[in-house]
């Protein structure tokens, strides 16, 4: 028997974050001492593994949304405890925690409570409530990553590669059929743990996550093991960088950018909101460096990253581009204007020297010498630049 958990990452774009406080209307508060012993360490875990700069800057702030009550029929979890991330940029991740009663090892059937579109799944209610009633049920957010937590006592951790590791591989790709993966993919699989202590077991997949321990030594409280916490801080990095890159991707897609100030300021934007990825703030420390690393993989952020690359150099162009234009323009007119202020007081002089006594007689051939030469000036260079 043992007690499985289960973290739910719901990342949303700031559009579909835009006019949302993170409250969720009908939720219970959740104990201090629950909520403290998630948040604390996290902001410590934070400030060690990417260092104080990246703290003072206070890029992501979490908070406590509230407890959802749950059905809890067939050793379903009660309740579930709900958190958000949000990022400075307006991105957030849901961070939702569930805790079932103990119960046999059992992957079909959890399996069947992360399928978010299990219309009897908690992962779909949890949805439900946190999507609102403006929102279709059927909508899913940016990216869905669930991470189960299963910690052995009564077995070593290569006791269980050797005894569970198919169904650990069935259970990281959410697979609840019948037919068995090959005995390689599974080694494969298995032998992509990116977790470097001896009694960890961290599995990341496209869709899913996987988090096993065997410490004995590690208590009932808090009732997360402390030795999966740096995985769901790189989780939670990671469902905001998909978001932030999917919203600047979308409104590169709009086409529409403005003035060249909008654009100087959109890639500014880019750059400040992409810390995350750049780490040029962030410390990224040896011990999730590697799960980092194959999460911006099998979450599509490496890809989405060079999309919005692309069109970052085309934005730089753009920008470049529309400078040089300004600049042609106003070459252009003040070419004209002071070719044709010279034309002018030559034209002066002249008629100065044919109407000695008629002012007004100087003052309209002046004019009229002065605008025919700035038409012709202007015609000139126009014929000029498109050739």
């Known amino acids: 028997m043992l007690a499985p958990a289960f973290v739910l990452f719901y990342a949303m774009t700031p ?47 979490r908070t406590i949304v509230g407890r959802m009550k749950l059905s809890g029929h067939d050793s379903q979890p009660t309740h579930a405890d709900i958190y958000v991330a949000l990022h400075k940029c307006g991105a957030a991740v849901w961070e939702v925690m ?33 999507a609102g009633v403006e929102r279709s049920p059927a909508d899913l957010p940016e990216l869905y990553i669930p991470l189960t937590l299963v910690r052995f006592r009564e077995a070593t ?4 590669r050797a005894r569970h590791g198919r169904d650990l591989v069935s259970l990281l790709h959410r697979d609840a059929s019948s037919r068995r993966f090959k005995t390689s993919f599974v080694d494969q699989e298995l032998a992509a743990d990116v977790c470097h202590r001896e009694d960890g077991l961290w599995l990341l ?25 740096p995985l769901l801080l790189t989780l939670e990095v990671l469902c905001l960088d998909r978001a932030v890159l999917r919203s600047f991707l979308d409104r590169f897609s709009r086409g529409i950018y403005g003035t060249i100030e909008d654009i100087i300021q959109l890639r500014r934007e880019i750059f400040d909101n992409l810390e995350e990825y750049y780490g040029t703030l962030a410390k ?18 490496d890809d989405l990253f060079k999309a919005v690359t692309n069109r970052l150099e085309a934005l730089t162009f753009e920008i470049t581009t529309r400078s040089q234009r300004s600049v042609n323009r106003l070459g252009l007119w003040l070419t004209i204007s002071f070719g ?3 034309i002018g007081f030559v034209a002066a002089s002249i008629a100065t020297w044919h ?20 038409l012709a000036i202007a015609a000139f260079l126009r014929r000029t630049m498109k050739s």
Do not use: C
């Open 157 to 160: 951790l290569a006791e269980l």
């Open 205 to 229: 997949a496209r869709n899913s996550a996987v988090a096993v321990t065997s410490d004995s030594k590690d208590g009932e409280a808090p009732r997360l093991s402390q030795n999966v916490l």
């Open 340 to 342: 044709a202020i010279e």
């Open 15 to 61: 559009d579909a974050m835009a006019g949302r406080t993170g409250a969720v209307a009908g939720l219970l508060p959740v104990p201090p001492e629950v909520s403290n012993s998630y948040l604390s360490p996290m902001e410590h875990l934070q400030r060690h593994l990417l260092g104080d700069n990246y703290a003072r800057a206070s890029r992501v702030q």
């Open 98 to 130: 569930i805790f079932a009663p103990p119960q046999p090892f059992d992957i079909a059937k959890w399996i069947s409570w992360l399928d978010p579109e299990s219309p009897v799944s908690p992962a779909r209610a949890i949805w439900d409530r946190l």
């Open 284 to 301: 990224i420390h040896s011990y999730t460096e590697a799960s980092i690393a194959r999460g911006e993989v099998l979450f599509g952020i």
């Open 355 to 374: 109407y000695q006594t008629d002012l007004f007689a100087v003052l309209a051939w002046t004019v009229g010498v002065t605008l025919t030469a700035a």
